[in-house]
């Protein structure tokens, strides 16, 4: 996704949790446009509150590619003046949100995109990680870790497991759902198959490479 239109997402988050209830019509259409899958749909419906699924769905979104935010506004037809406030601010630049002290305020600073260059060693690239890597890297993901791991191949129902098995430590789903991939994948699950997953969840390789280097 564009950067521009991340951040823009990003400065409407809580703005758009409150409005939009998303698995009447929006998460459909955009599983029919192949913006999400069927296990980024199951991810969404888990959610206990439309205020919950609206916030996965703009968790996932970023990672989705660069027609994501295209179909999502396209999606949003049942919301026009959401749509309309999207597109202006789009052009002019977000402004605050509806009602006072309710905005995003500005906006932080652009992050790192996936784009930068990966500068591990093809060696490295190709082996597979070990348990300590593997828990290190668990350590280093955010809110992201769970559109790594369904890029990886893990479903819904793996996630849900991971967490309920390590319901008091994020640290510990995470390396769970690392660990099952390394060992459903054997000697496929290489560094050089993380990296392609952690860019595609807009996670900068700096973070692995601080990892294994």
């Known amino acids: 996704m564009d950067p521009v239109h991340k951040d823009l997402l990003r400065a409407h988050r809580l703005e ?4 939009l209830l998303v698995t ?3 998460v459909p259409l955009l599983f029919q446009e192949d913006v999400l899958t069927e296990a980024h749909v199951q991810l969404i419906e888990a959610q206990l509150t439309d205020r919950k699924r609206t916030l996965k769905l703009l968790d996932l979104l970023p990672a989705r590619g660069p027609r994501a935010f295209h179909a999502f506004i396209r999606a949003l037809d049942e ?3 959401v749509r309309d406030r ?3 601010d789009l052009q002019t630049g977000p402004g605050p949100g509806p009602g006072p002290g309710t905005g995003p305020g500005p906006g932080p600073e652009p992050e790192p995109g996936p784009s930068g260059v990966c500068r591990l060693p093809d060696s490295v690239l190709q082996k597979v990680p070990s348990d300590r890597e593997l ?3 668990a350590s280093r993901l955010g809110s992201e870790w769970e559109s790594v791991l369904l890029d990886l191949g893990l479903s819904s129902e793996d996630l849900y497991r991971c967490r309920s098995d390590h319901s008091l430590s994020t640290h510990g789903a995470v390396l769970a759902g690392l660990v099952q991939w390394r060992r459903s994948e054997g000697k496929k699950a290489t560094v050089q198959r993380l990296v392609q997953s952690l860019m595609a969840a807009e996670v900068h390789p700096s973070v692995l490479e601080e990892v294994l280097m």
Do not use: V
């Open 24 to 26: 009447d019509t929006i």
């Open 86 to 88: 999207l597109l202006l």
């Open 16 to 19: 758009l949790s409150g409005q």
């Open 79 to 81: 919301y026009s003046w």
């Open 135 to 137: 828990s290190r890297l």
